[in-house]
């Protein structure tokens, strides 16, 4: 009996997993999640709902895999629903012509996608609150936030890319915007703001020095990922972006 109820236990810890799939008939399309939930879950309530976090991968790399900001997030407060973007059904992502015009199909279905879940998954979670939604994106996964933040959705609270490249950040007083860059490789001209955009947007670029694109996923070194950690953690906790 006691060993049951240590196996249930762990079956229901707050580093639980939820692994599932949302069916959107309108297009078709089941779209893989995974969700976890917040180390103090037990907190939230209809009457005090904690965040939500929706978690966007890079192209490529399976949406399982950014459990060390999944677990970060858990730890902030965050319900994290981590998105699978890509079926094996989709056209591959476009790698010539101009690239803002050939990749923008994946990037609106991707902005889709969000919305849909949004939607799909708020009834079944009264505690959580999914009016301040925090989106995070990897790479691609970030083009596809940016892109969603900048149709004028009012359930976005904050936005935060790692190392996305082409689409521009929201330029939007009523979202809080952090961009973390790597040092490969430049995003294009007109994604991030410049200082002046900065100042009136409030708008937070935070460069890390020495890292890879590629590296910022759970098989990247240690240092890198509990760098970007810390400036996720600091964002949210309103250090302000000269301390982040």
């Known amino acids: 009996m006691k060993l049951l109820i240590l196996l249930a236990g762990l079956l229901f810890s707050s580093f639980s997993y939820a692994n599932n799939t949302v069916y959107d008939e309108s297009r078709d399309r089941n779209i893989p999640i995974q969700i976890s939930y917040p180390t103090s879950e037990e907190q939230c309530s209809e009457a005090q709902k904690c965040s939500v976090a929706f978690l966007s991968a890079g192209y490529g790399v399976s949406h399982t895999k950014y459990s060390f900001l999944s677990k970060q997030l858990n730890q902030l407060g965050y319900m994290v629903v981590a998105i699978g973007h890509e079926l094996e059904s989709d056209p591959p992502l476009s790698v010539s012509g101009d690239l803002y015009e050939t990749r923008s199909e994946n990037w609106s279905r991707g902005a889709k996608t969000l919305d849909f879940v949004k939607h799909n998954l708020e009834p ?11 989106l995070i994106g990897h790479s691609n996964g970030g083009d596809i936030s940016s ?16 190392d996305h490249r082409r689409v521009p950040l929201p330029r939007n007083k009523d979202i809080g915007v952090l961009s973390i860059r790597g040092s490969d490789y430049p995003a294009d001209d007109g994604v991030l703001p410049s200082q002046q955009e900065s100042e009136k947007y409030g708008i937070c670029v935070k460069k890390i020095p020495k890292s890879r694109h590629n590296d910022m996923a759970d098989y990247g070194p240690a240092w890198l990922k509990d760098e970007i950690n810390r400036t996720v953690e600091s964002y949210l906790k309103g250090l302000g972006c000269e301390k982040v």
């Open 147 to 162: 892109w969603l933040a900048n149709e004028g959705k009012d359930y976005i609270e904050t936005v935060i890319t790692i």
């Open 124 to 134: 079944t979670y009264p505690k959580y609150n999914f009016n301040d939604l925090l």
